[in-house]
């Protein structure tokens, strides 16, 4: 029982200081007068939080469905997911961020 509840105290401290850092982040943008510069900054904001609700969201998934009866097939793809997809996607999304990477994936798909 002391487990789950210093699990639940950590997971929810990490909860909290992502949100108040997005909170923060959120309140710095509104401020800002250029219009660029505020949808550059909500799409970095946005494939960040979507790597982070990724993370949480496949160990909240791989928590609930402990208590029912899992395939050795289902547990494998939860564990891919959590510890290899989810730390490769950020390096990715930043660098299709980068301009060169921008325009060599525009002329390998003819675009």
């Known amino acids: 029982m002391l487990m789950y509840f210093i699990a639940l105290l950590l997971a929810s401290i990490?909860?909290?200081g992502i949100l108040y850092s997005y909170a923060?982040?959120?309140s710095s943008i509104r401020v800002m007068s250029s219009a660029q510069g505020k949808y550059k900054a909500f799409s970095t904001c946005t494939s960040h939080l979507s790597v982070v609700s990724l993370f949480y969201?496949?160990?909240f998934g791989v928590y609930l469905s402990s208590a029912a009866a899992q395939s050795s097939?289902?547990?494998a793809i939860a564990l891919v997911?959590?510890?290899v997809v989810t730390p490769m996607l950020n390096p990715f999304i930043y660098s299709l961020r980068n301009k060169d990477i921008k325009q060599?994936?525009?002329?390998?798909f003819g675009g």
């Open 14 to 16: 990490a909860l909290i």
């Open 73 to 75: 097939h289902s547990i």
């Open 24 to 26: 923060k982040i959120a």
């Open 81 to 83: 997911m959590y510890t």
């Open 57 to 59: 969201g496949t160990g």
């Open 104 to 108: 060599s994936l525009k002329s390998l």
